[in-house]
């Protein structure tokens, strides 16, 4: 059984930093294709940061309202996913969800959309104060 966690999530005053980690288990191989989205009751969930690995190198995508600010990196060594949040504001609280996509299928497109992943993590919440 496949499974995601996200940790990392907490309080904090605008400007401040924090860092997402996620983790996935169940795999036979790690996922070559994962990503950080987040949530606000009553909003659609938004694709915020894409990882892709592969034998031509990483491909990052990242949405315009985080670009600049958030970094998405993979420790290959440890099979963790990493968000780090920088310049936080008042607007990045929600709820993070790590997705990973199935192991060899790839990471298409250049676009980050909830149907690209096909598995997902609870959520850890994210709240910036002003």
């Known amino acids: 059984q496949v499974q995601v966690a996200e940790s990392g999530g907490g309080s904090v005053q605008a400007g401040g930093s924090l860092r997402l980690s996620c983790t996935t288990s169940?795999?036979?191989?790690?996922?070559?294709?994962w990503g950080w989205f987040r949530q606000v009751p009553g909003k659609e969930r938004e694709g915020i940061a894409r990882f892709g690995g592969g034998y031509r190198g990483d491909n990052k995508l990242y949405s315009d309202s985080v670009k600049g600010r958030f970094t998405i990196s993979q420790d290959n060594g440890k099979g963790i996913l990493y968000l780090q949040m920088n310049d936080l504001k008042p607007d990045d609280t929600a709820t993070y969800y790590c997705?990973?996509?199935?192991?060899?299928?790839?990471?298409?497109?250049?676009?980050?959309?909830?149907?690209?992943?096909?598995?997902w993590g609870q959520g850890t919440q994210v709240t910036v104060s002003s």
């Open positions: 997705a990973a996509r199935t192991p060899g299928t790839g990471c298409p497109g250049d676009i980050i959309v909830a149907t690209q992943f096909t598995d």
């Open positions: 169940g795999y036979t191989y790690r996922p070559a294709c």
